[in-house]
């Protein structure tokens, strides 16, 4: 049970790190905490809570976390410290022996913060509360406020690809998504709070469905009925997973973007390999010229690597 009385004239400050994802799911984590008496802190404010959403999809980025803990740390002295996202998922005994740092929590966690924060009293050792990425089966759903008019709703999470270079899994733990009603409904409450832009996002977006018999297309075109939502952007979408039917969908849509962003991460096929990816180069071209005979106008994003374990100067080439 919690005593909402501890939390009375409480501030708190959130830092995210990462993705739009954690971005989405950082302003989830402030309006919970806000409903429970919390307030955001106003400028040159010292935090009772600081929330700390993390990211570790390299190890510059596990670097850059730490940085930021320590520097919230003396920005807010005193400060209850939370860290939770991806580095804390992968490295929660790492993140316990930074100073300071009271309450580490996992990805299954994160959205249940209120749980955990207890007292709010000052740790000697950051307390861990976490699930085996193996178990991870929740899907928390998250739409956040980018701007004034721009939102970004989280449709999926996790991921099934295992690529070599990617710690998304072991992090995130296994695809899920939420169901279209929940998702359709998120996204009609936007269109009533004045938003005019959804942005979707998620780990593995195409992926979509995969626990309720649902499509990312089945998706798209419940979403493309709300009135009130003038734009639609498909976030990032692996190329296997860009069906021609998603291509058609948006080539007539009045409200989805005419924008994909398509990782491709290397244009050699034996590197696409080493890598575990779900596709070769003539897939991808082939992705690229229906859009464009689909299309013609389409603005079309990519990804790529370099300096995969294996790839030669001749692969790289």
Request: charge should be neutral; proline fraction near 3%; charged fraction near 25%.
């Amino acid at each position: 049970m919690i005593d909402v009385h501890t939390f009375e004239n409480k501030t708190a400050a959130y830092y995210t790190l990462g993705c739009k994802l954690n971005f989405a799911e950082t302003s989830t984590l402030g309006k919970i905490l806000e409903e429970n008496g919390i307030r955001k802190i106003r400028p040159g404010e010292k935090a009772d809570i600081c929330v700390v959403n993390t990211c570790s999809v390299t190890e510059l980025a596990d670097k850059k976390c730490r940085q930021t803990i320590r520097k919230i740390a003396r920005q807010h002295p005193g400060a209850f410290i939370v860290v939770t996202g991806c580095y804390a998922q992968l490295k929660p005994e790492e993140i316990s022996h930074i100073p300071d740092v009271d309450l580490i929590l996992g990805a299954e966690q994160k959205l249940d913060i209120l749980q955990y924060l207890g007292d709010l009293q000052k740790k000697q050792k950051g307390n861990i509360v976490t699930t085996p990425t193996k178990d991870i089966k929740k899907f928390s759903p998250s739409c956040s406020r980018g701007d004034r008019t721009r939102y970004f709703l989280k449709v999926q999470d996790g991921c099934d690809y295992f690529c070599t270079y990617c710690t998304i899994p072991f992090a995130r733990g296994r695809s899920r998504s939420g169901t279209i009603e929940q998702l359709t409904e998120q996204a009609r409450e936007v269109a009533l709070s004045g938003g005019k832009e959804i942005v979707i996002t998620g780990v593995n977006i195409g992926d979509f469905g995969k626990q309720t018999g649902e499509t990312f297309l089945d998706l798209i075109e419940s979403l493309d009925q709300i009135e009130g939502i003038e734009h639609y952007r498909i976030s990032s979408i692996e190329p296997n997973l860009l069906t021609d039917d998603i291509i058609s969908f948006v080539a007539r849509s009045k409200r989805f973007a005419p924008h994909f962003h398509i990782p491709l991460q290397s244009g050699s096929d034996t590197v696409l390999k080493l890598m575990h990816r779900h596709y070769d180069t003539d897939l991808f071209a082939r992705k690229i010229e229906t859009i464009r005979e689909k299309i013609p106008d389409a603005f079309i994003g990519v990804d790529l690597i370099t300096g995969v374990r294996g790839e030669t100067e001749e692969l790289f080439e």
